[in-house]
């Protein structure tokens, strides 16, 4: 059985040329990413999830999204809309995600579908460029009276 010696003169060397190849490279895109932005009260404003995120210095590009908006206050947990998208691009600092493909909008009182959108979370306003549906989710009391 080789000595305690014998075996760190194999593995100390062995790990620190592993160490000097392994690199990190930010050209590779991150696979299941999430993100959270808080309020100053601790309280969830948005949830992103994406099956790959590939950050730069200012944005990040994802597919796959789904953004959770949530209220910002005490009600916490609950999703005030979603937004569905096959790609966009985040703006982080901005608070600001767009994209040019579809995007599905999801909120207890409408949903809506379109191509070239943004939302803005500062104004928590989506704009929606092109081939808009929006279906109201009301009921209309008496409407045919």
């Given at each position: 059985m080789p000595s305690l010696k014998t075996l760190l003169l194999i593995i100390v060397p062995a790990a620190t040329a592993l160490?000097?190849?392994?690199?990190?490279s930010t050209d590779q895109p991150i696979v299941n990413?999430?993100?959270?932005?808080?309020?100053?009260?601790?309280?969830?404003?948005w949830l992103?999830?994406?099956?790959q995120a590939l950050p730069t210095a200012d944005q990040i590009r994802v597919t796959e999204l789904t953004l959770s908006?949530?209220?910002?206050?005490?009600?916490?947990?609950?999703?005030?809309?979603?937004?569905?998208?096959?790609s966009a691009i985040v703006l982080p600092e901005a608070g600001i995600v767009t994209g040019a493909?579809?995007?599905?909008?999801?909120?207890?009182d409408f949903e809506a579908t379109g191509?070239?959108?943004?939302?803005?979370?500062?104004?928590?306003?989506?704009?929606?460029?092109?081939?808009?549906?929006?279906?109201?989710?009301?009921?209309?009391?008496?409407?045919?009276?």
């Open positions: 160490a000097a190849t392994t690199s990190i990413f999430s993100t959270s932005t808080f309020t100053a009260d601790g309280h969830r404003e992103l999830r994406a099956s908006i949530f209220p910002g206050n005490a009600d916490g947990e609950k999703v005030e809309t979603m937004i569905l998208s096959p493909s579809t995007i599905r909008v999801i909120n207890d191509l070239d959108w943004r939302y803005n979370h500062k104004e928590r306003r989506i704009t929606i460029a092109r081939k808009v549906h929006v279906v109201f989710q009301y009921e209309l009391k008496e409407f045919l009276k």
